[in-house]
């Protein structure tokens, strides 16, 4: 079975532009979740989605935004980049958004660099 | 705040050695414990899981302890590999979002 996967692999973006990522989950996975992480520190939740609801947003500025689609898939938006959006966007999926069967399977990342 | 702490943040082990890794949380809401392996360049894999109600699960060489009442966890790595030099992250969670400890980077020498 497929993984979780995430597009584009790398991307080089400058100050203020935008930038989309992308996601599928997992086959049968109702829910996803976005991660930044920073060179040499863990990741930092950003959202999860769940049945195209937001169920849950971290400490990023409102420049961060997602949405879910129908076939469960997500893009993750950011506008008017800063230097320090610099970083590895992870792409989580599970079956649900809670109780017992919530483990979380991680794509291989999007890596942004922002000139 | 960081609200999982983990050490060392970085550890040589010997082949065949034991690796040990310790987390420590505080917001008793969280509920779910887990363990990730990430290998340079990779996302980070689920290795093994625990919920508070035990205090002790293994999966192959795998183990994880946890403290209730002391807020504290840790992962256990048997028999040590090469192949095993990663940098490995535990994360607590409330439900949903996981919060992440800032890696431990395990290198395991032949």
């Known amino acids: 079975d497929a993984g979780v996967t995430q597009s584009p692999t790398h991307l080089i973006k400058t100050r203020g532009q935008q930038v989309t990522l992308r996601c599928s989950p997992i086959?049968?996975?109702?829910?996803v979740s976005w991660y930044q992480q920073v060179l040499g520190q863990g990741p930092q939740f950003i959202f999860q989605?769940?049945?195209?609801?937001?169920?849950g947003r971290g400490n990023f500025p409102d420049r961060f935004s997602a949405r879910q689609f129908p076939n469960y898939s997500s893009e993750l938006n950011v506008n008017a980049l800063l230097l320090g959006d610099s970083a590895l966007y992870l792409c989580?999926?599970?079956?649900?958004?809670?109780?017992?069967?919530?483990?979380?399977?991680f794509g291989p990342g999007t890596r942004l660099l922002v000139l | 705040q960081q609200q999982v702490k983990q050490s060392p943040q970085s550890l040589i082990v010997q082949k065949g050695g034991i690796s040990i890794i310790n987390c420590a949380y505080e917001?008793?809401?969280?509920?779910?414990f887990p363990w990730y392996q990430q290998f340079p360049g990779k996302g980070p894999a689920l290795l093994i899981a625990i919920r508070p109600d035990v205090s002790e699960k293994k999966e192959g060489r795998f183990t994880i302890s946890f403290n209730k009442s002391a807020k504290q966890f840790s992962l256990h790595i048997m028999d040590s590999q090469p192949g095993d030099s990663a940098t490995y992250f535990c994360?607590?969670?409330?439900?949903?979002?996981?919060?992440f400890g800032k890696g431990t980077s395990l290198l395991v020498t032949p």
């Open positions: 989580a999926s599970s079956l649900d958004s809670n109780g017992g069967r919530w483990s979380q399977y």
């Open positions: 086959s049968g996975h109702k829910s």
């Open positions: 917001n008793t809401a969280f509920d779910y």
């Open positions: 994360a607590a969670s409330p439900g949903y979002a996981l919060n």
């Open positions: 989605y769940y049945e195209k609801e937001e169920r």
